[in-house]
């Protein structure tokens, strides 16, 4: 298995994309230790992933307060001896707007939690994972790199931008103690999120939920969206060690919407 014995911590999990990455730590023969800021979400999470609860741990974290965020990874040392990669999936996703429109006191926020909070964690988790090595997986965006097909979001492309910029610094800061930091890039991924924007906008423009989604696939190689089961494939790969001589790499998966 991919992640045998490997324990594995995820930020921001909940309905979409972080359940579907510990979903898969758990599969893949690992121990997932969630975050979020929502107790009763973790506890779902954890119970559908692990029902005998042997390889999920869980604490309420808000990525924005570095004691929470130390008391996660210590929560993964204390129930499982270390840890072996993080997955930072957390992020404040829901402001759109450009410049013109833009709220900075809100851009601020947005900042603290996808560029200062991923970086809270991360260094809470750096104890740990010198100790034997191991993996960080940013979680980015398609947008992060090229202007968006459909939703304006320059908040959140530019915090998550200065993300895949910190993540060079990072690989060659850590490589020396034979930690990989590397990040993927989602497009349009079919979850929770894309499928409520799906009914909501073909809700308000009084069109077929089909004409919608053929709008976002129109530009994509591949006629499907990709799901967040295949994000979460990628991180779960990444963190592994077949991933052993990858760092500093930028992973798109989007159906092939942008190619580079």
Known sequence: MLLQGKTVVVSGVGAGLGHRIAETVV?????????????????????????????????????TD?????????????????????????????????LEDADFATWQGVLDVNLLGTLRMTRACLPALKQRG?????????????????????AYAASKGA??????????????????????????MWGPPVQAYVQFTAHTERVPEAEVLARLTERMALPELATDGD??????????????????QSLLVNAGELMR
């Open 134 to 154: 191991g993996a960080v997986v940013l979680i980015g965006t398609q947008s992060a790199i090229a202007a968006p097909s459909q939703v304006r979001q320059a």
């Open 231 to 248: 994000v979460a494939e990628a991180a779960a790969f990444l963190a592994s060690d077949r991933a052993r001589a990858i760092t500093g």
């Open 163 to 188: 993300l895949t910029s910190a993540m060079y610094s990072l690989a060659h800061e850590l490589g020396p103690h034979r930690i990989r930091v590397n990040t993927v890039l989602p497009g349009w």
């Open 66 to 98: 570095e004691e929470q965020c130390e008391a996660l990874a210590a929560l993964a040392v204390e129930r499982f001896g270390g840890i072996d990669a993080v997955v930072h999936v957390a992020a404040w996703d829901s402001y759109f707007g450009g």
């Open 27 to 63: 599969r893949d023969g690992g121990n997932a230790v969630l975050g979020a800021r929502t107790e009763a979400n973790l506890a779902k999470s954890a119970a559908e992933i692990d029902p005998e609860g042997r390889r999920t741990a869980y604490r309420a974290t808000d990525i």
